[in-house]
Nanobody, 126 residues
Framework: QVQLVESGGGLVQAGGSLRLSCAAS????????MGWFRQAPGKEREFVVG????????SYADSVKGRFTISRDNAKNTVYLQMNSLKPEDTAIYFC?????WGRGVVRTTSRYDYWGQGTQVTVSS
């Protein structure tokens, strides 16, 4: 049984930082492309950032470039999202997701992902 479990969300003031983690189990983690998505109330789920199985390739949404950093530790089956300079508009539920990495580059669409975590709430106050 595949599980993706996010942690690290919370309430932070604008300009602050949070580090999200996503621990995976039940899958060959080092064969999966990992993505972080977010969904704000009343909005569609949107791609935030993704990382290839090896960690050599990453892709960021324009809205988070220069502020967020994704990384992964294949030995720990975990992907991380370091979020700095947080803004109120970053408030959302953050989800991690796994897609088989066919080596074709960034995976941005939700339908391409095979597994999803339950999400963790990030709230940024102004």
């Amino acid at each position: 049984q595949v599980q993706l479990v996010e942690s690290g969300g919370g309430l932070v003031q604008a300009g602050g930082s949070l580090r999200l983690s996503c621990a995976a189990s039940g899958l060959s983690f080092n064969t999966y492309y990992m993505g972080w998505f977010r969904q704000a109330p009343g909005k569609e789920r949107e791609f935030v950032v993704g990382i290839s199985w090896s960690g050599s390739s990453t892709s960021y949404a324009d809205s988070v470039k220069g502020r967020f950093t994704i990384s992964r530790d294949n030995a720990k089956n975990t992907v991380y999202l370091q979020m700095n300079s947080l803004k109120p508009e970053d408030t959302a539920i953050y989800f991690c997701a796994a897609a088989v990495d066919w080596g074709r580059g960034v995976v941005r669409t939700t339908s391409r992902y095979d597994y999803w975590g339950q999400g963790t709430q990030v709230t940024v106050s102004s």
